[in-house]
């Protein structure tokens, strides 16, 4: 059974840093591709970052320059470094893995993902 368990999110005030944390389970952990996303109440799940197997990033043009994702194989954990935070990054943010590659078009939609974490808050304060 794959799991997915996010941790690492909080209230921070504008222009402050989280670093989000996902530990998988459950799975070939290394060759899957990974992603977070965020979502809003009512509004659809939206992506932030995902990262291939190889390596690869993809970044939503709202974080590029702020947001770092990365991932340890060796420990099965996916992080997403977020720096110069701002209140419009509030929402709550989830983990995703797929079993197979991605394009640079694909990362972003959700149904391309087969697993999901429950999610942790991130809250941005002005």
């Known amino acids: 059974q794959v799991q997915l368990v996010e941790s690492g999110g909080g209230s921070v005030q504008a222009g402050g840093s989280l670093r989000l944390s996902c530990v998988a389970s459950?799975?070939?952990?290394?060759?899957?591709?990974m992603a977070w996303f965020r979502q809003g109440p009512g509004k659809g799940r939206v992506g932030v970052a995902a990262?291939?197997?190889?390596?690869?990033?993809f970044y939503a043009n709202s974080v590029k320059g702020r947001f770092t994702i990365s991932r340890d194989n060796a420990k099965s954990t996916l992080y997403l470094q977020m720096n110069s935070l701002k209140p419009e990054d509030s929402d709550m943010y989830y983990c995703?893995?797929?079993?197979?590659?991605?394009?640079?078009?694909?990362?972003?939609?959700?149904?391309?993902?087969?697993?999901w974490g429950q999610g942790t808050q991130v809250t941005v304060s002005s």
């Open positions: 995703a893995a797929r079993d197979g590659q991605m394009t640079s078009t694909r990362w972003t939609y959700p149904g391309s993902y087969g697993h």
């Open positions: 459950g799975l070939t952990y290394s060759t899957y591709s």
């Open positions: 990262i291939e197997s190889t390596g690869d990033t």
